[in-house]
C-alpha cells in the first residue's frame, strides 16, 4: 500500500512540477507567423469603440517582428475581467485568421485565460502599443485601405463609410448589428445560434448574412429587444439592429 502511494504521489508531484514549469515558461506571440503571410491587422479600440485596419506591409511587419522577438511571462488569470485597449487580429490574403490576442498596455497582452506581461528589460515601446495608437490618431492606415485596397467585395457607397465613425457591425439574417460597447452575460446556454464564417475590412460595412467588419469564426447567440450577443476573446458583446 505504501508503494502504491508513493507512486500516486510522484504522479502528482510530477504533473505539479510541470504544471509550474509551464506557467513560469515564456510565451512568445506571433511565434512561426511570416510577416509576409499577413495581409491585415484588424484593430478594436475598446476605448472608442471604433474600428480600423492596418494593410500596408511595412507597418505589418514591423508589429508582427517587433511582437515576436519579446518573451512574455504569465501574470494572471483573466476570465472575469472586462475592458481592454486594442483587440488585434492578424488574417491573410484570405481572409483567415492567423492569429488574435488583446493589447492591454504597452507591456501587457491578454489572451484568455491568462495575462501576459513583458520578461526582463522591455525595449522602448515592446509591444507597438504606441505605434498602433499613432497609426489610429493619424488616420493614415484608415485613408490608404479605402483608397488602394484591393478588398474581397466590391466597395460602394452604401457599404464604405468614414472609418472614423464606423463601429463593429455584423449582418444576421439580412439585419445589420452594430457594436454597442457593452458587455453580456449572455447566453447560459452553451450552443451557438450561428458562426460569423466571413469578413470585411474594418472600415467597410458587411455586405451578406454571417459576416462582419471584424473577423470570422466568432459564435453569437440572440439576446433581446433586436440584440445578438457575439462571443469574442472571452466575453459576449452587445449588438443591436442598426437604425434607419
Known amino acids: 500500500m505504501k508503494k502504491k502511494w508513493s507512486a500516486v504521489g510522484c504522479t502528482i508531484l510530477v504533473i505539479v512540477l510541470v504544471a509550474v514549469f509551464w506557467l513560469a515558461s515564456p510565451r512568445v506571440f506571433l511565434k512561426g507567423i511570416d510577416p509576409l503571410d499577413v495581409a491585415e491587422i484588424q484593430i478594436f479600440d475598446g476605448n472608442t469603440g471604433e474600428s480600423f485596419s492596418i494593410t500596408d506591409a511595412e507597418s505589418i511587419t514591423h508589429i508582427v517582428e ?5 518573451k512574455m511571462k504569465r501574470t494572471g488569470l483573466s476570465i472575469g475581467r472586462m475592458g481592454y485597449r486594442f483587440r488585434l487580429a492578424f488574417l491573410d490574403k484570405n481572409g483567415k485568421r492567423l492569429s488574435r490576442f488583446i493589447l492591454n498596455s504597452a507591456t501587457v497582452i491578454r489572451q484568455d485565460p491568462f495575462f501576459y506581461e513583458t520578461s526582463g528589460k522591455a525595449e522602448e515601446d515592446p509591444l507597438c ?6 497609426i489610429e490618431n493619424d488616420g493614415e492606415e484608415k485613408t490608404f485601405l479605402a ?9 460602394t457607397p452604401e ?11 455584423v449582418i444576421v439574417d439580412g439585419q ?12 447560459s446556454c452553451g450552443v451557438m445560434d450561428g458562426n460569423i464564417d466571413s469578413s470585411v475590412p474594418a472600415d467597410q460595412k458587411p455586405a451578406q448574412d454571417n459576416q462582419s467588419n471584424f473577423g470570422s469564426d466568432y459564435g453569437f447567440q440572440y439576446g433581446m429587444e433586436d440584440t445578438i ?3 469574442t476573446d472571452g466575453e459576449w458583446r452587445i449588438f443591436r439592429v442598426m437604425e434607419k
Open 229 to 231: 450577443e457575439v462571443y
Open 129 to 134: 502599443y504606441t505605434y498602433i495608437e499613432q
Open 147 to 155: 483608397e488602394v485596397m484591393e478588398v474581397p467585395c466590391e466597395v
Open 66 to 70: 517587433t511582437v515576436q522577438c519579446v
Open 176 to 187: 445589420l448589428y452594430v457594436d454597442t460597447g457593452e458587455v453580456g452575460t449572455a447566453a
Open 159 to 169: 457599404n464604405t463609410e468614414s472609418s472614423a465613425s464606423l463601429k463593429a457591425m
